[in-house]
């Protein structure tokens, strides 16, 4: 909304109308899908959003460009908020980046989203510099270098390592539960006294039982 604000009041700026009216569409059908399968408590929050920012905001920042500025005063004013807006957009991935590197997992940051945004931060910065239109060019650096770093991120850390668990060798298991296994047991004589005696088993019986507890393991 801001860039076509923009770019009514520029000069040869057809582009970025075109374009930014196709994405104003594209992300209007974003929030109206978005607000359909949102929780209540969540649709609340996006309508508060949607009018502080899309209707209080964009309206103050078109009555007071209208009523205080006119001509290239104006254009430049709202050049320089559109790139202050701008640098936001390209910013806010940091938060994701945070998340990567604490994680070490990409599963948050889909590297098709972060090749085509720096793809698009290259080609607008070009759009900008041809032009000679800082408020283009300007914001699309700092894309551009946010874009690489992602990418960087996604290549270091899209084959995560695994925790390898050491699991307990059957051979060693049966080693150790077929070791002689002396265990004593109280038996009533003939006379009515305890006497104790040792049981071992035999090899056979110690294999068979470590291989049970193997498999439970």
Request: glycine residues 6%; hydrophobic residues 50%; neutral net charge.
């Amino acid at each position: 909304m801001l860039w076509l604000f923009y770019a009514i009041f520029s000069e040869n700026a057809m582009l970025l109308i075109t374009i930014n009216s196709f994405t104003f569409f594209m992300e209007f059908g974003y929030i109206a899908v978005y607000l359909l399968y949102a929780t209540k408590k969540d649709k609340i929050l996006t309508f508060k959003l949607l009018l502080l920012f899309n209707v209080f905001g964009f309206g103050l920042i078109c009555a007071l460009s209208l009523l205080l500025t006119e001509g290239t005063k104006r254009v430049h004013v709202l050049g320089w908020i559109c790139m202050v807006f701008a640098l936001c957009v390209f910013v806010a991935p940091l938060g994701v980046v945070r998340k990567v590197i604490k994680t070490k997992s990409v599963e948050f940051m889909p590297f098709s989203l972060s090749f085509f945004l720096t793809l698009s931060a290259v080609m607008w910065f070009f759009y900008g510099y041809l032009k000679n239109d800082k408020f283009v060019a300007i914001p699309n650096i700092l894309g551009f270098i946010f874009g690489i770093l992602q990418m960087v991120l996604y290549l270091i850390y899209r084959n995560p390592k695994k925790n390898e668990v050491a699991e307990p060798k059957t051979q060693e298991l049966s080693e150790q539960y077929c070791s002689d296994i002396n265990i004593a047991m109280p038996k009533l004589n003939e006379e009515g006294g305890n006497e104790v005696f040792e049981a071992q088993y035999s090899a056979k019986d110690q294999t068979k039982e470590a291989m049970d507890v193997t498999n439970k393991v």
